[in-house]
C-alpha cells in the first residue's frame, strides 16, 4: 500500500498561501492517469516513473491525490492519458474512457497526426470524449520543438473536431511556447476556421517564463472558443501578466496532476528556458523543506489572484465555473 504524506511545511503551505483563496468546489481541467502497463519503456523515458507515488495511476489513486492535497474540496476534473513516445495508445485510451466514462468526471482522447480520421471518428462515436489531446512526442519527421500546431495535430482532426464540438488541448512547441510568432499567427487562423472546436492552451500556453507570456498576451486575440489552463506553471510573473492582460472568464485552473507535478521541487526559470527542478537535485540541507511542484503551481496562482484583487467570483470562476461553462457546452451525449 503506497502512502502519500504531508510534511508540516506542505500543510503550512497549503493553509498560508492557497486553502484561503480556493472555492468549496473546483474543476481540474488538466490531469493524467498513466497506467505503467501501457508505457513499456518508462523506467527509461522518465526518471519520475521509478517514484512509486507517481507512477501506475488510476482513477483512483489520481482522486487520492486530489483528497490528500486538497482536502474538503470537491474535485471534477477532465482527465487524460499520459502521453510518451512508448503509449500503448489505444489500450490507455480505453482504460481512461472506462474509468471516467461511469464518473462525472470528463476525458481526453490521445491522438497521434498519424492517426486514421475513419478510426479517430469511430472512437469519438463509440467512447465520447470530450477532448482530443496531441503532443509535441507524437511528432515525426523533424526537430518536435520545431513543430507547428498543425503538425502536432491535423486540419482533419481539427475538422473532426470542430464537426463533433470538442475541445483539443494544445501542448504548443517552439522555444518561446505561444509567444512565437509561427503559433500566435496559427492559433488566430485555426480557432476562426474552426469555431465550434474549442482550443485549450496547456500550460498558460506553454509559456512558463515572465517574458514569453507577455509576449504571447501582447498578441493572443480573444476568442469564444479560445482558452488558457493554468497547470504546471509556477511562475507567478507568468500568472501577473495572464490576470491583468488577458481574459479572466477563459482561464482554467488545471493541476497536471500526478506524474507531472505530484513530485517535490519546482518548475524552475533557467534564463530563457525551464526545467522541472527535484528536490534531490539541491544541495545544502535545504530540500527537505520542499513542497510539490502542484502546491508551488497553486501557490503561485493563489499569490497572483490576491496581488491583483480577484475577488471570490472570479476566483471561482478561474477555479471552477469557467470549465464547468467549457465542458457542459460539449455535449458528449448527442452522438
Ligand atoms: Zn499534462
Redesign the pocket.
Known amino acids: 500500500m503506497r502512502e502519500l504524506d504531508l510534511t508540516d511545511d506542505d500543510r503550512l503551505i497549503y493553509e498560508r498561501e492557497i486553502a484561503p483563496w480556493l472555492p468549496p468546489r473546483l474543476f481540474d481541467a ?1 490531469s ?1 492517469l498513466m497506467l505503467n502497463r501501457c508505457h513499456p519503456g518508462l523506467p527509461d523515458t522518465m526518471a519520475m516513473a521509478n517514484d512509486p507515488l507517481l507512477a501506475d495511476v488510476d482513477l483512483s489513486w489520481l482522486e487520492h491525490w486530489w483528497a490528500t492535497l486538497l482536502p474538503g474540496i470537491d474535485v471534477r476534473a477532465m482527465v ?1 492519458g499520459f502521453p510518451t513516445v512508448d503509449v500503448l495508445m489505444a489500450e490507455e485510451n480505453r482504460i481512461v474512457a472506462e474509468q471516467c466514462g461511469a464518473t462525472n468526471h470528463r476525458f481526453a482522447w490521445l491522438v497521434k497526426p498519424s492517426d486514421s480520421l475513419d478510426r479517430l471518428e469511430a472512437d469519438i462515436q463509440r467512447y465520447r470524449p470530450s477532448v482530443l489531446k496531441p503532443y509535441m512526442c507524437f511528432v515525426e519527421g523533424m526537430p518536435i520543438n520545431d513543430a507547428r500546431i498543425t503538425d502536432l495535430i491535423p486540419e482533419g482532426q481539427l475538422a473532426l473536431a470542430d464537426a463533433y464540438g470538442l475541445a483539443v488541448m494544445l ?1 504548443v512547441a517552439k522555444p518561446a511556447g505561444m509567444g512565437d510568432p509561427d503559433n500566435l499567427r496559427d492559433i488566430s487562423r485555426l480557432a476562426a476556421e474552426y469555431p465550434n472546436c474549442q482550443f485549450i492552451l ?1 500550460h498558460c500556453g506553454r509559456c512558463f517564463i515572465t517574458p514569453n507570456a507577455e509576449r504571447m498576451v501582447a498578441e493572443l486575440p480573444r476568442m469564444d472558443n479560445l482558452w488558457m489552463d493554468t ?2 506553471v509556477c511562475d507567478s510573473g507568468v500568472f501577473l501578466t495572464v490576470l491583468q492582460h488577458w481574459d479572466r472568464t477563459k482561464i482554467l485552473y488545471g493541476s ?1 496532476l500526478v506524474s ?1 507535478v505530484g513530485f517535490r521541487g519546482t518548475y524552475a526559470r533557467m534564463g530563457m528556458s525551464w526545467h522541472a527542478c527535484t528536490a534531490d537535485k539541491v544541495t545544502g540541507g535545504m530540500a527537505d523543506r520542499s513542497t510539490f511542484a502542484a502546491y508551488e503551481n497553486l501557490a503561485a496562482l493563489c499569490f497572483a489572484m490576491r496581488f491583483l484583487g480577484l475577488g471570490p467570483s472570479e476566483r471561482e470562476a478561474i477555479f471552477c465555473t469557467n470549465a464547468e461553462r467549457l465542458f457542459g457546452s460539449i455535449d458528449v451525449a448527442r452522438r
Open positions: 488538466h493524467h487524460m501542448h496547456a497547470s504546471a497536471d507531472a
